[in-house]
Structure formats: C-alpha cells, structure tokens
C-alpha cells in the first residue's frame, strides 16, 4: 500500500508460492494493507500474517531512522491517526520536491498525487516521484533518479519533517505492538547507533536483504546482549527493487512466533 509494487493479494500468494509459512507486510507509515478480506485470504491459504508497518522517524532533527513495528492491533485509533498524520506530511513533501523539479525544468504535475475523490492518495513516496520522472525521459532509471534529483540531499530532495523516534515507538507499544530498529546498517552515525540502543526497542533487524552471516552475527549479538528479540526481512518491494525476492531473508518459525506471540 505504499511503494512496493504488488497488491498485498498478490504478496500473499507469492509467498504461499516461494514456501513461506508466515509473513509481515510492512509498508512505509501506513497499516492500510491490514483489512478484513486480506486477513481472511492469508487464513485461507494458511499462511500466517502479522501486523507490520514501518515508520519514518526523524532523529535529532535531521537524521532519518526507519524503525519497524509488529505485533500491534492494527484496529487501534492511536495508530492509524499517527499514520494519517504521516500521510499528510507526504503529500506535502511530494509536492515540494514537484515544485522543485518543475523549477528546474522538469514537470510531472502533481494530479497523480490525489484519488478520484480529490483526497491525497496514501502511501505516496520518492520511488514514485522517480517512475514519473523516467515515464517523462528526465532519467533512464530509478537509481539515476535517486542518484541525480531525489537521492539524499540532492537537488530535488526535501526532508522528511517526520515524528521523533522514541514517540513512534510509543505509538507502537500503546497499540500492543513490538519496536525494531530497521535496517541497522543504514545507520550512518555511531552515535546515532548508540542513541537508538538505549531506547525503548523490543529488538533489531538482523536478517536483512543482502546481509552475510558475519553481518547479521554483529547485530544478533548486540540483541543477545540486551536480551531483546531478533527480526529478519527481505525488504521486498516488487519490481522496483530487483536485488531482491521475497523470501530471500526470512526468521525461523520459533523466532516468528517470539515476534508475534504465537
Ligand atoms: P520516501 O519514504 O519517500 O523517502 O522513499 C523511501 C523509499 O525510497 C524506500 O522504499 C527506498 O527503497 C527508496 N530509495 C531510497 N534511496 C534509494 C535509491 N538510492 N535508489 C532506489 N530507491 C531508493
């Protein structure tokens, strides 16, 4: 429901397909994907789906951190105002870098961004930002977008004003659910590392994407040290992501059912 570029039906088939026996969607700031018939087509073809989402933070100010939460009743009206608010700070933000690109010389309208309805349509971010940019031949592809516009302190790019990380991770404790630090590895600044290892987290990322045993171990140990949980990805997003498949990093049945009290 975010940037990923198939429909949660669809992930739940593929995982059924590549032998899977349970997963979390865990879309950027919106829990969208968790409805009823979702839920009921995961019962069906047994596959068990935890509530997941992952949240845009800001640390002091400026630094992004992503932070991952599980476990959580997605009916909880904290969480999904939370993530309404994240909405719309989105679609504020896409419009900026639109306004960016178009003074630049690069137009891509900002039509797209709402639904039929004229509301802001959810789960928008910078990958499509980039699938329009290569649909108007500004680019030849979605690293060149990030690379040359979008990417980090690029021309084009605008921050995120996002919420801080210890009140995301209390929306996500108040609504039952369990906090992780994501992706530990894009964390640039030690500091911001150790900052992040004395907060309220239930655990960390280990298993992700392209990590090797030795990287992986790193974190795993730290979880061990502070006794909290491990959690583990593989950071799918369809095809605009082809470095990697779903299920290319996964957590063991027992480590599943730590996460989600099973
Ligand atoms: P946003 O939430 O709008 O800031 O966009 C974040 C998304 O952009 C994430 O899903 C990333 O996978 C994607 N992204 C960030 N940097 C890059 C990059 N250099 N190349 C391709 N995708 C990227």
């Known amino acids: 429901m975010s940037d ?101 010389g690069m137009p891509i ?24 940019l290569i649909s108007k031949g500004y680019v030849k592809d979605i690293r060149d977008a990030f690379a040359r516009y979008i990417g980090d302190g690029k021309s084009a790019y605008v921050p995120s004003g996002s919420f801080t990380v210890e009140e995301s991770i209390d929306v996500i404790h108040r609504a039952g659910g369990k906090a992780f630090i994501a992706h530990p590895h894009l964390i640039q600044k030690n500091r911001t590392l150790n900052a992040l290892l004395e907060m309220d987290f239930n655990g960390i990322e280990c298993h992700y994407g392209n990590f090797t045993a030795d990287v992986a171990l790193k974190w795993i140990n730290i979880c061990q040290e502070k006794n909290w949980l491990i959690s583990g990805g593989s950071d799918y997003h369809g095809d605009i992501k082809p470095e990697t498949r779903l299920g290319k990093r996964f957590v063991t049945r027992d480590i599943y059912q730590k996460i989600f009290g099973i």
């Open 109 to 132: 309208g900002s039509d797209w961004l709402l639904d039929a309805n004229g509301n802001p349509k959810w789960g928008i971010g910078r990958p499509h930002i980039a699938e329009k």
């Open 4 to 104: 990923g570029t198939k429909t949660p039906e669809e992930l739940l088939v593929l995982a059924k397909e590549v032998g899977l026996s349970g997963l979390s969607i865990t879309d950027h700031d919106t829990i969208a994907a968790y409805t009823d018939a979702v839920m009921n087509q995961a019962k069906e073809l047994d596959l068990f789906l935890g509530t997941g989402v992952e949240l845009s933070c800001l640390h002091n100010k400026k630094e992004s951190v992503h932070i991952l939460g599980y476990a959580f009743d997605h009916t909880s009206g904290n969480l999904q105002a939370f993530c309404t608010k994240h909405q719309e700070r989105r679609f504020i933000r896409n419009k900026e870098m639109i306004t960016k690109l178009e003074k630049m």
